[in-house]
């Protein structure tokens, strides 16, 4: 299936919405914390497949703001999982040359997955190959009051001038001002949200919803992904003849 992909059409960046661990484990008689432990081996196989590909930017929503009101046994196990998964995952981050960051409120983490979360980044610093960004205690609305903080803190102090304020200005106020915008975005488990994810980002993203849920989502699902991205027109808010006389 790999040789259907245009190399030459690969989106940069690739944002998902990881959904369905808690119905999957339901529909396979396991607890919820099943669910999210089975969607690890996904994790692992759409980034192999992902920087396989060319794509240079994999956002993932790990865990998003409200996912703070879940159950506190819940919490706590996700908590346990990223920092598990952290742990044995780095060295096969090292091995693709797969560079880790994270985006969202890190600081409101336990300490542990601070630590953690903090020296795989610092381990992967240099690799050159795919980002890996985890979405963490992170909310679309979070980054954007967050930014608006940060600005109005600089415009008080006379660092920039409210005048100068633009759509590039305020993006580099976000948490994602190092990376571009999704050029898609992948949800899986058939829900038609953006739940709270890339709010600014994904502006113009293309969305690609799937019935599959989150464990069962493979490479092969990611390049149908891919693939579906490859057959849209991009408008950006143009006219189809407009793109037609450009191209
Ligand atoms: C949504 O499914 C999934 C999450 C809230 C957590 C996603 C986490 C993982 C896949 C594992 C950890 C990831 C890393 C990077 C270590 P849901 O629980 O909302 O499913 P449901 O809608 O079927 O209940």
Known sequence: MEDLIDKTNVPRHVAIIMDGNGRWAKKNGSMRVKGHQ??????????????????????????????????????????????????????????NNIKLRAIGNLDSLPSVCQKELNEAIKITAN?????????????????????????????????????????????????????PDPELMIRTSGEMRISNFLLWQLAYSELYITETLWPDFNKEEFLKAIIAYQRRERRFGKTSEQLSKIN
């Open 38 to 95: 089975s969607g690890v081996k996904s994790v692992r196989e759409v980034t192999e497949i992902a920087a396989e590909v060319g794509v240079k930017y994999l956002t993932m929503y790990a865990f998003s703001t409200e996912n703070w009101s879940r159950p506190e046994y819940e919490v706590n196990a996700l908590m346990h999982l990223l920092v598990s998964t952290i742990r044995k995952e780095t060295r096969g981050l090292q091995k």
């Open 127 to 179: 690799n050159t190959g795919l980002h890996l960004i985890l979405a963490l205690s992170y909310s679309g609305r979070w980054d954007i009051v967050n930014a608006c903080k940060q600005l109005a803190e600089d415009a008080k102090s006379g660092i920039i001038n409210p005048k100068d304020i633009d759509n590039d200005v305020f993006a580099n106020y976000l948490d994602t001002k190092e990376y």
